[in-house]
């Protein structure tokens, strides 16, 4: 039970500093480095595709690497935005129990996903040449 | 939730009194000032105040003073040095946190000078915030030199003159709170993060060749609201009137908590 402190120093010290944070922040960082890399190798793909029709898009996305690097982009995307939101969430949302419920309902939604996202991407490249 | 709007007590009455200029006034100029008495019961009110700017000091400070002196003895603000080092005079003045007497009523464009005390502080009595908190914050810090060897028993603590450079301009710091009032995450989250004037202070003994407490100051600081709520939004930096660098200061106390762990 969190114990209210009685002066203006008190309260600013609170419960002290959780010692963490550090990784959070780097991840955010190195996530967002990895995202436009991964981004950009996209878009690039996309516009050296002859056309952008199912099975073209199919065939190149069945490929090893296509399908490795399509990985790597879902889970850094769904990694930096469960970052992004959870701060969000922290910075706006201030009652203990809606706190706990957005943060756990974002995580849960993330996850999802990303393994909906992940699948599908196996089995393209499962079901490729 | 964060709060977007007042609550109904605090909504400010647009129509407040008008005190008018003085006959023949050659340059006449209109303030408008936040006024709150909480003695009063009332909702705060917004006063306006037409002064003859002919005769008139140049800065804000020097219009409110005229203003307290000559047509309303009741409105309440702090100063002490009129020139920018004590910190006391800070307000936000149209739409921007500076200092009342460094800021001079020639650069506001527009015809009238808007004049509020700092965002989201609570208000004691027209433009005087309750900065509690925030000398608390400054507190947390432990401004002060740390060491355990003790000092030489002839003489002061000696410091390169490099090392001297990298704390002079942080300790130009003059508390005014500009900084921590204009920041989005001190706003919603004051509570709990310390806020870049605070933060300023912190990096300023962290940095200080002759403290020996970094590792600890860096302890006390590694957390997700005291330090990780800055999100780079560099309005302290923009506000800063003394020109500091505080969301500098933070990123550089960001770098360091990174490059211990690896
Ligand atoms: S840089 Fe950090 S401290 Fe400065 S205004 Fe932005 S969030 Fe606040
Ligand atoms: S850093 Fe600048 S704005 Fe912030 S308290 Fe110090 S002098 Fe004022
Ligand atoms: S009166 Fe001292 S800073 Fe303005």
Redesign the pocket.
């Known amino acids: 039970m969190k114990r209210a402190a009685s002066t203006p120093l008190g309260r600013v010290l609170g419960s002290g500093a959780a010692h963490s944070g550090t990784q959070h922040w780097w991840q955010q960082r190195v996530t967002a480095i990895a995202l436009t890399v991964l981004t950009l190798w996209f878009v690039i793909s996309l516009l050296c595709l002859p056309d952008l029709s199912w099975s073209s898009v199919h065939t190149w996305l069945a490929k090893p690497f296509s399908a490795l690097s399509m990985s790597m982009l879902v889970l850094a995307a769904c990694w930096h935005s469960q970052l992004g939101v959870s701060v969000v969430i922290e910075d706006y949302v201030h009652g203990a129990v809606s706190k706990t419920l957005a943060l756990l309902l974002s995580t849960f939604a993330h996850l999802a996903v990303a393994g909906v996202a992940l699948l599908a991407v196996l089995r393209i490249a499962a079901s490729g040449n | 939730m964060v709060e977007l709007t007042l609550p109904p007590d605090s909504r400010v009455n647009k129509n407040g009194l008008v005190y008018r200029a003085p006959e023949g006034a050659k340059k006449p100029r209109t303030f408008r000032i936040y006024r709150f008495d909480p003695d009063s019961g009332e909702n705060p009110r917004v006063d306006s105040y037409e002064i003859d700017m002919a005769a008139c000091g140049p800065m804000v400070l020097d219009a409110l003073i005229k203003i307290k002196n000559e047509i309303d003895p009741t409105l309440s603000f702090r100063r002490s040095c009129r020139e920018g080092i004590c910190?006391s005079c800070?307000m936000n003045i149209d739409g921007v946190n500076t200092l009342a007497c460094t800021r001079a009523c020639e650069d506001i464009t527009g015809s009238e000078v808007r004049i509020y005390p700092l965002p989201h502080m609570p208000v004691v009595k027209d433009l005087v915030p309750d900065l509690t908190q925030f000398y608390a914050q400054y507190a947390a810090v432990k401004p002060w030199l740390e060491t355990r060897t003790p000092a030489p028993p002839d003489r002061e603590r000696y410091q390169s003159k490099e090392d001297q450079e990298k704390i002079d301009r942080p300790s130009?710091?003059?508390?005014?709170?500009?900084?921590?009032t204009s920041c989005p995450s001190y706003w919603w989250n004051s509570d709990r993060y310390l806020g870049?004037?605070a933060l300023?202070a912190a990096y300023r003994w962290i940095i200080d060749s002759r403290d020996e407490s970094t590792g600890e100051r860096l302890d006390a600081l590694e957390d997700p609201f005291r330090l990780y709520r800055c999100h780079t939004i560099m309005n302290?930096t923009e506000?800063?009137?003394?020109d500091?660098n505080?969301a500098k200061a933070i990123g550089e106390i960001k770098k360091m908590m990174v490059s211990r762990q690896h």
Do not use: E, T
């Open positions: 910190g800070a130009a710091c003059i508390l005014c709170a500009c900084c921590s870049p004037a300023l302290c506000a800063c009137p003394k500091l505080p």
